[in-house]
C-alpha cells in the first residue's frame, strides 16, 4: 500500500499560480507513476468521481487533461518520493479539492486516497 500526502493548496486570485506537492510513502517502489485528480464542490458528493487532471510516469511522460493543459505542468523529484503540480495562469472553475493517487505498471491505482488540498481561486 501507498499513502499520499498532499500539500500546497491555497486561496489565489484568477490568473495567479499555486504549486501543489504530492508525498508519498509505504512500498512506493511499486509506483510506475503519479496522477493528480480534482474534485469540484459540486462534485463532492458520495459516488461522484474525481476528475483526472494529469500524470507523470516514473520515466517521465507526462498527460494532461485539456482543461489544463498549457497552464499545469507536473514534475517529479523521484529520489524524494516527491510529486509536484504546478498550476499557472488559474481560473474560478479550477476551483477543487485536488488529490494525487499512484498507478502500478498495469494502470491500477494502488494509494489510499488522502484528504487532499483545497485550492480556491476568486475571480
Known amino acids: 500500500q501507498v499513502q499520499l500526502v498532499e500539500s500546497g493548496g491555497g486561496l489565489v486570485q484568477a490568473g495567479g499560480s499555486l504549486r501543489l506537492s504530492c508525498a508519498a510513502s509505504?512500498?512506493?517502489?511499486?509506483?510506475?507513476?503519479v496522477a493528480w485528480y480534482r474534485q469540484a464542490p459540486v462534485q463532492q458528493i458520495p459516488g461522484i468521481q474525481r476528475?483526472?487532471?494529469?500524470?507523470?510516469?516514473?520515466?517521465?511522460?507526462?498527460n494532461y487533461a485539456d482543461s489544463v493543459k498549457g497552464r499545469f505542468t507536473v514534475s517529479r523529484d523521484n529520489g524524494k518520493n516527491l510529486w509536484y503540480l504546478q498550476m499557472n495562469s488559474l481560473k474560478p472553475e479550477d476551483t477543487a479539492v485536488y488529490y494525487c493517487?499512484?498507478?502500478?505498471?498495469?494502470?491500477?491505482?494502488?494509494?489510499?486516497w488522502g484528504r487532499g488540498t483545497q485550492v480556491t481561486v476568486s475571480s
Open positions: 509505504g512500498e512506493t517502489s511499486s509506483i510506475n507513476a
Open positions: 476528475e483526472w487532471v494529469a500524470a507523470i510516469s516514473t520515466g517521465g511522460t507526462t
Open positions: 493517487n499512484a498507478a502500478s505498471e498495469t494502470g491500477t491505482l494502488i494509494g489510499s
